[in-house]
């Protein structure tokens, strides 16, 4: 059978940043992210002994293959999907794995920690294994912050094995508690009715930006530790209003996280999003880049009656407008049927272009 698996992407509407290491072990962090219905999947299916691995993307148009797991090298061609095969397929094993997502790259909605939990839970369901929401995105995070060096936090992988609303609360020294914020129905409704996700073609690259906050974290009397303590507050504020009901108290300490979002570092702000925001304020309450900045998705929320009027003047300026709607499942797989070996030699041809 073959192992399939979705997992959503998230928006991080406070303490986005705070999640991610030296500054969540030294001095705490909280991050408020919700998984919206936007999704990477992954389909996993072993193959005969001696068929080899292929590995496709077929949003991206890319692909890779190899006589074992330990040919596959480590080259940056493909190097994402390359490091979770190396991680948790076994030596001699042949496999194929395929993936696709519903976002493009750089929209700082946390596109490439779901994809890595989608795969984790693709090829433990072809493995028959077991693992829980948070080991999956335990894994999914050690893969790419381990293996593959790449900077940050954990929050999106997080966000995408979890779902739902989630206050995330990082302890000095390391550990996490994850909390679901209790919010009602009304107010759920209310919050996807007034939410919008904007894309204004501007994509950003967070590994520069990581960079660019860790340089400047260590600097004495450092902007960056300032910004970073100010939007571990507002997270914790948005969740209190979240839990309370209180719209008002999200759509400000929305819009004030994105303030010290761009406050990290000037590589974080983004002279395209602060257009759009200038030419929406009437209509919004609250607006904040998604992840790390300088670019992607900004979410919205805007005044009651606006939307309609918010989405127009975005799209004449170019930019693309998605509905907020919330996803509650988190990362979920399930088994299909094979692909038959016609297919499986289509993208073994596919792969190898």
Known sequence: MRGCSRAPVRVDPAGGGTD???????????????????????????????SGIILYAMDIEQ?????????????????????????????????????????????????????????????????DRERSPLETAKLANQVERQDLGYPGGDQDSLGAALGG???????????????????????????????????????????????????????????????????????QAMAQALESGDLAGYAAALGESCRQLYSLHESCDSAEHRKFFQAIDDYILGGKTCGAGGGGFMLIFTKPGCRNQCKRKIEELGGLVWPVTLDFDGVTSWLDTPFSAEEVEHFRHLASV
């Open 165 to 235: 609303i989630n206050l995330l609360e990082y302890h000095q020294g390391g550990s996490m508690t994850p909390h679901k914020i209790p919010v009602s129905n009304d107010t759920l409704r209310s919050l996807e009715h007034g939410s919008l996700l904007v894309y204004s073609g501007a994509a950003h690259v967070s590994g520069s930006i990581h960079e660019d906050i860790k340089q400047s974290y260590v600097l004495e009397n450092s902007p960056t530790v300032k910004a970073m303590i100010e939007l571990r507050q507002q997270a």
């Open 20 to 50: 991610a290491p030296p500054f969540c072990t030294e001095y705490g962090g909280a991050v408020v992210n919700f998984a919206v219905q936007r999704h990477a999947f992954a389909s996993a299916q072993r193959l005969e002994p001696d």
């Open 63 to 127: 692909g890779a293959t190899s006589p074992s797991v330990s040919s596959l090298g480590d080259d940056s061609h493909f190097e994402f999907i390359k490091a979770f095969v190396t991680r948790m397929v076994p030596e001699g094993d042949s496999l194929l794995l395929v993936t696709e997502t519903d976002v493009p790259p750089g929209s700082g909605l946390g596109g490439s920690g779901a994809l890595g939990v989608a795969i984790v839970a693709a090829i433990d369901r072809a493995y």
